[in-house]
């Protein structure tokens, strides 16, 4: 049997007012995800370990089955291994948004929705005016700036160290920055701690002066005038699926995100691009369903990921967030399912997110998440719709970490 997991990122949410005491997945008009449910079984999900952040990079790594104690890193060094960049083991790389301040505080941790094109001048520019006079004077290349994807890079010490906290910019919207600057966790760490610092404050002196930002001034729209690092580690240490997974002799993860591809590249999966995925709601839906369906030809196993809802939860973008629902129901998730009716062999879909994304306060949070898991075969529950009141009652009742790949790839 091939397995196919559906993830739509902070799609799970928190009873809403203004909804009338749903949560958005009880009251989106989701009819494919609803009638999964219906016929398949549902369940619960611890994905976050006791003492871990509820990011994205915690969570769908735990889905996924790994032991976050043994392999967990941070973002940093999945995104390097998305974008490309090989680290050497001497090598700190970490998550770095270019953000939005305001009067002091955090306004956006996207920079405006900033564009690929657009945030490529502003690394380049970082790189020549901050990270080339620091590697000067210290007579080596130390500090370098790696162009990501829209507003998310990465920012490489070398001989870094990785005891720091880092406040995650996503978490902490309207509050002042000056208080979530990095802080050393040991005192070998506080030279790096200090490095860091310094490439913040010097960021904001000079992207403001940079015509991108000028540009936006302009037009009274915002800037994006400073970097912000977190989630940073080593190289990680990861066995792949195939190596955990008798079943899995290939595999696949479609993704607008780097820190998913690069959780898909130490798993071993094959990274497939789609053109017009943004990680936004505008994503390319059909596309990635495209992908998926193709994959599901070749491959064991198919990790298809978007990132709409979690981006409209962070913006507090109600609407939004409902309508990324209802995409993933209707230009995803129906596709593929009606191409698995067709198929010959037998496809177990699981669907699911990593993590709420309440709109009501625009940050991760580590409850459980509903998920449903489906196939042919499968003999239903009671559970009648999708969401994170129904699946309470679910026959998997409220597994935690691994269990979930444990219980999906034993559905034959």
Not at 183 to 203: G, V, Y
């Amino acid at each position: 049997m091939k397995h196919i997991i559906i993830l739509g990122d902070g799609m799970a949410d928190l009873p809403v007012e203004r909804l009338g005491g749903k949560t958005l997945l009880q009251y989106a008009n989701k009819p494919m995800m609803d009638q999964l449910a219906k016929e398949g079984r549902c369940g619960r999900l611890i994905t976050v370990p006791e003492g871990f952040p509820p990011g994205s990079e915690v969570a769908n790594t735990a889905i996924l089955g790994y032991d976050l104690n043994k392999v967990y890193e941070g973002r940093g060094p999945l995104e390097a291994a998305s974008i490309g960049y090989e680290m050497a083991d001497d090598d700190l790389a970490l998550r770095c948004n270019i953000i939005n301040l305001q009067d002091g505080k955090i306004i956006t941790h996207n920079g405006g929705n900033l564009e690929t094109d657009d945030a490529r001048l502003l690394i380049d520019y970082l790189n020549e005016t901050l990270a080339k006079p620091i590697n000067e004077s210290l007579g080596c290349e130390r500090v370098k700036f790696i162009t990501g994807i829209q507003y998310r890079h990465l920012l490489v010490i070398k001989g870094g160290n990785k005891h720091i906290t880092c406040a995650p910019p996503h978490d902490h919207p309207n509050e002042e920055w000056r208080p979530l600057l990095v802080k050393a966790d040991i005192p070998e760490a506080q030279e790096t701690a200090d490095l860091l610092n310094e490439l913040i404050l010097k960021s904001q002196e000079l992207l403001p002066k940079h015509p991108y930002n000028q540009a936006k001034v302009a037009k009274g729209e915002r800037q994006a005038n400073s970097i912000w690092p977190w989630s940073g580690g080593y190289r990680p240490s990861m066995e792949t699926l195939m190596q955990q997974y008798p079943d899995i002799k290939s595999g696949t993860v479609i993704s607008a995100v780097d820190l998913i591809r690069g959780i898909g590249h130490y798993a071993g999966l094959r990274i497939v691009e789609v053109e017009g995925a943004t990680g936004l709601a505008d994503t390319n839906y059909e596309g990635k369903a495209k992908a998926a369906i193709e994959a599901l030809e070749h491959d064991d196993f198919v990790f298809v990921h978007v990132e709409a809802s979690d981006e409209a939860g962070h913006d507090g973008d109600l609407e939004l967030k409902l309508k990324t629902i209802e995409y993933l129901d209707q230009r995803l998730i129906k596709p593929i399912y009606e191409h698995i009716l067709k198929m010959n062999e037998p496809v177990c879909m699981a669907v699911l997110p990593d993590h709420l994304t309440p709109v009501e306060m625009r940050i991760h949070v580590g409850q459980p998440v509903p998920f449903l898991i489906w196939h042919k075969a499968i003999e239903p529950d009671e559970v009648q719709q999708y969401d994170e009141v129904s699946c309470v009652s679910g026959s998997y009742g409220l597994l935690k970490l691994n269990e979930f790949m444990q219980a999906l790839m034993t559905e034959k």
